[in-house]
């Protein structure tokens, strides 16, 4: 079965800093890209980041960058997401989900498979 | 960054009834334009990519039009299990952004 599992969420302290992680299985991983998507209490979705089959592209949100890094281990099927310097605005559901490429404009095109997604709350 | 506006931001509706909401880009985005469905408590759930395929699964009343920077997400004959929120996703450009979504409730 194809599938996508959120870990690592959890409270913490505005300032501090948290690593996700996306285990993935029942599909190649490399072939590929990986993406986190969030969504705050009661809002909709904002995309957060994106990481291409073989980690080499890596594309982030205004919001986010320069705070998180993503990456992945090839090797693990999982992907990763370092959350630095949290603010209360990140607090939110975070999603994984696989993204299909292609090797014409857009490389990316679907979003089509989601975990159920792993929550983070910063506060003091 | 290309920013995409859904309207409405929610109706009301019957079961049986067809269900039209759009998605206007702020710029251009060709085709890549995909709709997903979110019910609460659970993740997003792809109905359509490339602007009208439809993904493996998903019922046919569910279709996809449009070019350019107007999207259209249509339900031919609304059905209980599809009172949920909608969202248009872009990837023609980064960052890859998402409409603000369009809530679908029962009349």
């Known amino acids: 079965e194809v599938q996508v599992s959120e870990s690592g969420g959890g409270l913490i302290q505005p300032g501090g800093s948290l690593r996700l992680s996306c285990a993935a299985s029942?599909?190649?991983?490399?072939?590929?890209?990986m993406t986190w998507v969030r969504q705050a209490p009661g809002k909709g979705l904002e995309w957060v980041s994106l990481?291409?089959?073989?980690?080499?592209?890596?594309y982030y949100a205004d919001s986010v960058k320069g705070r998180f890094i993503i990456s992945r281990d090839n090797f693990k099927n999982t992907m990763y997401v370092q959350m630095n310097r949290l603010r209360a605005e990140d607090t939110a559901i975070y999603y994984c989900?696989?993204?299909?490429?292609?090797?014409?404009?857009?490389?990316?095109?679907?979003?089509?498979?989601w975990g159920q997604g792993t929550t983070v709350t910063v506060s003091s | 960054a290309v920013q995409l506006t859904q309207s409405p931001s929610s109706l009301s509706v019957s079961v049986g009834d067809r269900v039209t909401i759009t998605c206007r880009a702020s710029q251009g985005i060709s085709s890549a334009l995909a709709w997903f469905q979110q019910k609460p408590g659970k993740p997003p759930r792809l109905l359509i990519y490339?602007?009208?395929n439809l993904e493996s699964g998903v019922p046919s009343r569910f279709s996809g039009s449009g070019s350019g920077t107007d999207f259209t997400l249509t339900i031919s004959s609304l059905q209980p299990e599809d009172f949920a929120t909608y969202y248009c996703q872009q990837f023609n450009n980064n960052p890859f952004t998402f409409g603000g979504g369009t809530k679908v409730e029962i009349k």
């Open positions: 990481i291409s089959g073989s980690g080499g592209g890596t």
């Open positions: 989900a696989r993204v299909r490429t292609q090797l014409w404009h857009p490389y990316y095109y679907a979003m089509d498979v």
């Open positions: 029942g599909f190649t991983f490399n072939n590929y890209a």
């Open positions: 490339d602007v009208s």
